[in-house]
């Protein structure tokens, strides 16, 4: 048999590339079906309070309204982990732009002009949605996400603290953020013979088979969820959403097939966003530079619904040295739509607090803030105390500010020009955890010499399915052209969902381990030729992944922004910003570009525009679309590259670490370090806007 044509290493298009551009690939709302109807949800306009009055006549008068949905009308759900999926079941509000009412029509346009008819009247209560440090309900939750100790304490920072010779004590603030895939959520929901079929637009279809079972009490093998294509997520997508129950609740109702789709303004809080956070960092150094102490506290916000701890400052627990250590995490419940997962939850906004602190450390101190870094460096996890599996965030930081340019550099803020821009450089430091969780995995191969690899992972436009491909094709040792992936059903073998940067790690282990096992019977009982029948292998990595060897493992990373100012307009722009990564084995060097290149930038958005604004007397963001929640368009940054160095690692059989969100971490600092460095201006709040620099 010939060599592979592709295999782990090299560069590959996207598998479904041709069927994306081409407009065959079909997302959740793309699926046709016979005697289709559209959804319109309905949002709630107080912040809190009461549905006291229902009033749907004109609603149901208007020509192709079929059904209007409401806490009166709609069918029962029973009880589930999240009380935000229990949709339309009891009249009180605790957000504005809580889902109130659903109206189902023969037209999307009958859907939307039905549910601008349906009156609601509601009692009103005193709502509370900004967050403050003071807060009166902040409290200290259980554990934050996934499942990390709230508060940390190692040796006494108190007292290294104060004797240290270099202190720095700072607050830094970030807004709410809004998650914008390009697809909405979105769900087609069919019933038929009392089984249901949903087409959803999510980033794991077990979770939401799972959850579709028990609201709907139904077995599981009743239900099919699948997302074969799905337009983005960055985490929103990652929980089931409220867009494949009301789907289904509908379609039960008006014995229709259902589609349902968000508006792009009903994506600013039903679906969860990243929390606001105020962060307090002290850091204590001698006066090189040495870290002896440093602390973390977090405040962020959850809702009255559910709570969602955001890890903020977990990432303080590993990266640098420091004999004495603290970190701590406070939530308040609002009166908000409850927070989630956004690319990197806890790293990313925490990795802005702590690399400005060290970049205003070394300024106090006179070092290089590479330098500063490098002297903070460790081998040993400072809060764990034993050897990281890898880390290679020294040769990140070295590697990176060769490419960069970074030598020579003027460490003096605010006093380089070109023209009519002040110059500047700046550079973070990244970390994320690297994690492999077990999954289920099948492999066959067909009488006619061809394969197929079943697992139902999903690619929400992370290249996933081709770096999976990939992997088989190495494993089973056979041309590419005889291998077909198939995922994002859930009728195939059950596999985490797409988060948490551990895809291809997790999934990717299972696609090995199938292939392997499916490649040895085949050479066992049929001398590797073709078996007359087909032969078909399952495995489940559960076992195997628990069994790995213990060690921290973390991906790192460096960023080097240049960043210009207008010295009269204050206007921003970046004229280069890179990144060098240790993230494992590489397995699909052009998706994996991608996804870090896309993590930069969206930490380039963070630091000079993205912003939710709310306002108190509504309890509710005012920017609720594209032309007012600004996001970095390409005029932003000139360059932009991403590169790795060798990073050896068996903690995970495959030497994969992940990527898909280490390129957000620490991004947004550097474009902060390096506006600091041209203006002399130090902005701990973002968006870093141009009227803050005048
Ligand atoms: Mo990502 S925020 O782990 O879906």
């Known amino acids: ?54 009033d749907t006549t004109a609603a149901e008068r208007e020509p192709g309204v079929l059904a209007v949905l409401t806490h009166e009308t709609a069918p029962r759900l029973n009880p589930v982990e999240s009380p935000e999926l229990l949709l339309l079941q009891q009249p009180r509000v605790r957000y504005r732009g809580e889902i109130v009412a659903l109206v189902v029509a023969e037209s ?10 349906v009156r609601l009247d509601y009692d009103t209560e005193p709502h509370s949605s900004v967050l403050t440090e003071r807060h009166p309900s902040l409290y200290k939750p259980d554990h934050v996400n996934p499942a990390f100790p709230t508060d940390t304490c190692v040796g006494d920072f108190d007292a290294g603290y104060e004797a240290a010779e270099v202190r720095l ?35 794991g279809t077990n979770d939401v088979r799972s959850t579709l079972g028990r609201l709907f009490e139904l077995p599981a093998e009743t239900i099919r969820v699948t997302a074969e294509h799905v337009g983005g997520g960055f985490g929103s997508k990652g929980t089931p959403r409220c867009t494949p129950v009301l789907a289904a609740m509908a379609a039960r109702q008006v014995g229709r097939p259902v589609r349902l789709a968000l ?18 960092i002290r850091l204590g150094a001698d006066a090189d530079g040495r870290l002896a102490a440093i602390c973390h506290d977090a405040i962020s916000q959850s809702s009255t619904i559910e709570e969602f701890a955001e890890q903020t400052a977990v990432l303080t627990r590993t990266l640098y040295a420091a004999p004495h250590r603290r970190t701590t995490h406070r939530l308040a419940r609002l009166d908000v739509p409850t927070p989630s997962w956004m690319r990197a939850p806890g790293e990313c906004p925490g990795s802005f607090a702590l690399e400005s602190a060290m970049d205003e450390l070394a300024v106090a101190c006179g070092v290089d803030p590479v330098e500063l870094r490098l002297r903070n460096d460790t081998e040993i996890d400072p809060e764990e105390g034993v ?68 697992i139902n992972a999903t690619d929400i436009g992370t290249g996933a399915r081709t770096a999976l491909w990939q992997i088989a094709v190495d494993a089973l040792g056979v041309p590419g052209d005889r291998v077909a992936i198939s995922i994002g059903d859930s009728d195939l073998p059950p596999a985490y969902v797409a988060g948490g940067s551990a895809g291809t790690a997790g999934w990717g282990l299972s696609v090995d381990r199938a292939c392997r096992s499916l490649r040895r019977q085949l050479d066992e009982r049929y001398a590797g030729t073709a078996p007359p029948d087909g032969l078909s292998v399952r495995v489940d990595t559960t076992d195997e992944a628990a069994g790995l060897p213990r060690a921290p493992r973390y991906a790192f990373g460096a960023h080097f922004v240049e960043a210009r100012v207008d010295v009269d307009s204050g206007e921003i722009r970046v004229p280069r910003m890179l990144g060098v990564f240790a993230t494992g084995r590489v397995v699909n ?27 108190q007397r509504f309890g509710d963001w005012v920017n609720r679309d594209l032309a007012t929640y600004h996001v970095t368009a390409c005029a932003d940054v000139q360059r932009i590259e991403a590169y790795w160095v060798p990073d050896e690692d068996r903690g995970n059989p495959l030497g994969v670490k992940g990527l898909g969100e280490i390129g957000i971490v620490g991004s947004a600092a550097a474009v902060a370090n390096a506006v600091h460095h041209a203006t002399g201006l130090r902005l701990r709040t973002l968006p870093i806007q141009l009227d803050k620099l005048v």
Request: hydrophobic content about 40%; some cysteine; proline content about 7%.
């Open 263 to 280: 508006t792009r303004q009903q994506l600013f809080g039903p679906v969860g966003y990243r929390t606001p956070v105020i962060q307090r």
């Open 387 to 454: 050897p990281f599996s890898s880390r290679n965030l020294a040769a990140c930081l070295r590697d990176g500010a060769r490419r960069f340019g970074w030598a020579d550099r003027d460490p003096a803020p605010g006093v380089r020009r070109d023209g009519r821009w002040l110059v500047g450089t700046g550079v973070a430091s990244a970390i994320y955890p690297a994690r492999t969780p077990g999954a289920s995995a099948e492999a066959a191969a067909g009488p006619d010499g061809t394969y197929q690899v079943r």
């Open 1 to 54: 048999m010939s060599a592979p044509a592709a295999a782990v290493g090299r560069a590959h298009p996207r598998l479904e590339g041709r069927a994306k551009v081409t407009g065959t690939a079909r997302y959740a709302v793309e699926h046709p079906a016979d005697g289709l109807a559209y959804g319109w949800a309905v949002q709630a306009t107080v912040a809190k309070g009461r549905i006291v009055r229902v």
């Open 108 to 117: 999307l346009e009958a859907a939307r002009e039905g549910a601008r008819l």
């Open 589 to 615: 060097p052009s998706t994996a570009r991608s996804q870090l290149i896309g993590g930069m930038t969206m930490g380039l958005s963070m630091a000079l525009h993205e912003e939710g604004l709310l306002d």
């Open 169 to 203: 004590d700072q607050t830094y603030r970030t807004p709410a953020y809004h998650n914008n895939p390009m697809e909405p959520h979105a769900a087609t929901a069919y019933w038929a013979d009392g089984r249901l079929l949903v087409h959803d637009s999510s980033q």
